[in-house]
């Protein structure tokens, strides 16, 4: 049997830019991608914080320490400059892959910078 778990994900990021006309995607600060284990042109699911749009994309590769989160084409109806998101992959393992298997966590500041990464989410508790 195979399950599908987070992969990866860029919590609480900015939206630097939304552009319509830009083709589809989402550009993401290259040292971003590398930092939370994302390829380029890998698919990744969106969740917007300020309005509950939740969609899928491809990531592309921004400028390196840029910052920029820009949101493409289609989707840039789903998110404005200023919304935080939440970005996200996804692998499909087999069971045993998915004992040992422990997902890349990256939490941004409101300037997209890293301020702690970490391999679990911590137990929600009442």
């Given at each position: 049997m195979q399950i599908t778990l987070l992969k990866s994900k860029l919590h609480h990021a900015n939206v630097t830019h939304?552009?319509?006309e830009y083709e589809g995607s989402c550009a993401i600060d290259g040292?971003?991608?590398?930092?939370a284990n994302i390829s380029e042109y890998e698919q990744i699911q969106i969740y917007n914080l300020n309005n509950g749009e939740r969609f899928t994309t491809y990531a592309i590769r921004a400028e390196d320490q840029s910052g920029i989160?820009?949101?493409?084409?289609?989707?840039?109806?789903k998110a404005n400059p200023g919304d935080r998101i939440?970005?996200?992959t996804?692998?499909?393992l087999s069971q045993?892959?998915?004992?040992a298997f422990q997902p890349t966590l990256v939490y941004l500041d409101a300037g997209n910078r890293i301020k702690d990464s970490r391999n679990a989410?911590?137990?929600q508790v009442a």
């Amino acid at each position: 049997m195979q399950i599908t778990l987070l992969k990866s994900k860029l919590h609480h990021a900015n939206v630097t830019h939304s552009e319509l006309e830009y083709e589809g995607s989402c550009a993401i600060d290259g040292a971003l991608l590398e930092a939370a284990n994302i390829s380029e042109y890998e698919q990744i699911q969106i969740y917007n914080l300020n309005n509950g749009e939740r969609f899928t994309t491809y990531a592309i590769r921004a400028e390196d320490q840029s910052g920029i989160i820009s949101v493409n084409g289609a989707a840039a109806h789903k998110a404005n400059p200023g919304d935080r998101i939440i970005i996200c992959t996804y692998a499909v393992l087999s069971q045993q892959e998915a004992a040992a298997f422990q997902p890349t966590l990256v939490y941004l500041d409101a300037g997209n910078r890293i301020k702690d990464s970490r391999n679990a989410i911590p137990v929600q508790v009442a």
